[in-house]
Structures are given as structure tokens and as C-alpha cells.
């Protein structure tokens, strides 16, 4: 499975973002997707995530409210819909997927396919 992340770029505090992920490969059994961001300094983190089939999605306490994570199985397409943003969103925002449950969706080794990182600014 091959990741494909678009939508980064500068946007003022309190603006929005789209970000997507074009899945592309082996996309006929997919279990999980998911969204972490890396700041400058700091560990890879958990943003959201959402499950292949059905309607379960699972937030961060630190963008509950404010992101929404929401998929088109037809098209292959990860989307992460960020509004009101905050300086503290600025990082690398990477996508990632799982063909099968492999540990909470939280970890990082819980998947297996990762995507290049997409660069999000937000200025003060």
C-alpha cells in the first residue's frame, strides 16, 4: 500500500485546513487509517483515526472538536478537515494504515504504511 499526503501549507491561527491521503497498491483489505503530526523537538503523536469499514473515529483530546477525520472508500481517500486552527497544530502531518488490527490505534507500530509528511504552519 502506497500513501500519498497533499493539503499542507500556511494558514493564520483560527483558519482551516483539508488535508488528504490518496491510498493507491493493495487498498482491498484496509483496516485502519490514521493521522499523526510531528512538531519541531518532538515525538511522532496520535491525531486521529478511523476504521476502513463502519463508523468509529478516534480523536486526540488535543483536536477533539476542532478535526474531523472522514474517508472515501470508492476514491481510496483519507481526508483530515482541520478548523480553528492554533500555532501548536504547526508540524509535519504524516498518514498511515493498517490491514489488520495490530495494537491500539494510538501507536505508531500499530501500522504498517506510512506516507510522506505534509508540512502544516500555523502563524500566530
Known amino acids: 500500500v502506497q500513501l500519498q499526503a497533499s493539503g499542507g501549507g500556511l494558514v493564520q491561527a483560527g483558519g482551516s485546513l483539508r488535508l488528504s491521503c490518496a491510498a493507491s497498491g493493495r487498498t482491498g483489505i484496509m483496516y485502519e487509517m490514521a493521522w499523526f503530526r510531528q512538531a519541531p523537538g518532538r515525538e511522532r503523536e496520535f491525531v486521529a483515526s478511523?476504521?476502513?469499514?463502519?463508523?468509529?473515529?478516534y480523536y486526540a483530546d488535543s483536536v477533539k472538536g476542532r478535526f474531523t477525520i472522514s474517508r472515501d472508500n470508492a476514491k481510496n481517500i483519507l481526508y483530515l478537515q482541520m478548523n480553528s486552527l492554533k500555532p501548536e497544530d504547526t508540524a509535519v502531518y504524516c498518514c498511515?494504515?493498517?490491514?489488520?488490527?495490530?495494537?491500539?490505534?494510538?501507536?505508531?507500530?500499530?501500522?504498517?504504511?506510512w506516507g510522506q509528511g505534509t508540512q502544516v504552519t500555523v502563524s500566530s
Open positions: 478511523i476504521r476502513w469499514s463502519g463508523s468509529n473515529t
Open positions: 498511515a494504515a493498517s490491514q489488520y488490527y495490530s495494537g491500539a490505534n494510538y501507536y505508531r507500530s500499530s501500522y504498517a504504511y
